[in-house]
């Protein structure tokens, strides 16, 4: 199933190249490594994807897709993947990273920290605003915790990823095995 998905996004672009935004782009992302589904590819995908994921602002898909290219990984995985980062998640994972850059700095947060402005979607362009301006009040220890949790989720959805699709492996290889013995066996 993923790698018909794979093949049917492929082939979504090869027509999609051609459009004239598309086109100066074009030998860049006609890289095989762009779309395929092996372990390294993959894994680097959501790792790319959970690092760019927390670029403030509306940059995230652009970042993971030129880090994707600059790597070399799977180009829908990493874009997809910056979507954990969302309107309902970025102010929970906003606040562990100034915790984080607070204790990496030594600057003591809890004396600075403002509350999260109340979000209400009925006046949207308020309530962004609202966040925005919460957000710029953070200051140093935001700034330092924002790279180092990108970092520290890129490297675990790494490793989760490779791991998992190791276990997945040897589960297979295993019930292979079982089935080949249970065959030998009649």
């Not at 030998?27 to 994807?49: E, T």
Request: net charge positive.
């Amino acid at each position: 199933m993923a790698r018909r998905l794979s093949r049917a996004v492929a082939a979504r672009f090869d027509t999609m190249r051609e459009h004239a935004v598309l086109r100066p782009f074009a030998a860049h992302m006609s890289h095989p490594a762009l779309w395929s589904l092996h372990r390294r590819s993959v894994a680097l995908g959501v790792a790319v994807g959970l690092f760019a994921g927390l670029i403030p602002g509306p940059l995230q898909m652009l970042g993971a897709g030129v880090l994707a290219v600059i790597l070399r990984c799977n180009f829908p995985i990493a874009l997809a993947t910056t979507l954990y980062s969302n309107p309902l998640t970025i102010v929970p994972l906003y606040l562990l990273a100034y915790h984080l850059g607070s204790w990496v700095t030594g600057v003591n947060g809890r004396d600075r920290l403002a509350t999260v402005p109340h979000f209400d979607w009925t006046h949207l362009a308020a309530s962004i605003k609202a966040l925005v301006h919460w957000s710029m009040g953070l200051g140093e220890p935001l700034v330092v915790g924002l790279p180092i949790l990108a970092l520290v989720l890129a490297v675990l959805g790494y490793v989760l990823v490779r791991l998992g699709w190791s276990c997945s492996i040897r589960r297979q290889w295993r019930r292979r095995c079982a089935a080949r013995a249970g065959l030998n066996r009649a």
